[in-house]
């Protein structure tokens, strides 16, 4: 799938302040020329599930970065139009050389980041921590640590602190 010296490095992107930090993270720390950034966004069930039931199992097509700046396609998606984010994308994958997609992903984001894990082949994931305490973890369940325990590939936990 992946060409010598391509690597797929996953980010788990749900645009809060923490998935920002670990897009970051990665950035600076991870990725490299060549690479290529998968940006994972999972949306519950439910939401326009309707407009969305040929790809409610297999996930949206892989989405590139030239069409994730038309906010047409993100209005479409229902992917947020957040400037900072897609401002970072578009400079570093011209700095870096990278090759940047989303893919969209709809259901419990636990079960999905670990098959867009290994649907899609990923080489790492990054991932931003809440920073929940240890009783909210046990209540709501902690979506870090379900992939940190069935992930098929490394992962990194970026905290959110």
Request: with cysteine.
């Amino acid at each position: 799938m992946a060409e010598a010296g391509e690597r797929r490095i996953g980010v788990a992107m749900d645009f809060s302040a923490s998935s920002k930090k670990a897009l970051r993270w990665a950035v600076d720390n991870l990725l490299r020329k060549g690479d290529t950034i998968v940006l994972l966004h999972i949306r519950h069930h439910g939401r326009d599930e309707a407009k969305n039931t040929l790809w409610s199992r297999s996930g949206s097509p892989l989405i590139p970065l030239a069409e994730l700046m038309e906010q047409a396609v993100r209005q479409r998606y229902d992917i947020p139009s957040d400037d900072e984010v897609f401002d970072m994308l578009n400079a570093v994958s011209r700095e870096k050389e990278l090759g940047v997609v989303l893919k969209m992903y709809w259901g419990d984001p636990r079960e999905k980041v670990c098959e867009a894990v290994s649907e899609l082949q990923l080489e790492s994931l990054v991932m931003g921590s809440r920073g929940l305490g240890q009783i909210q973890r046990i209540l709501l369940g902690s979506v870090t640590n379900y992939v940190l325990s069935n992930a098929s590939c490394p992962v990194t936990v970026v905290k959110a602190k």
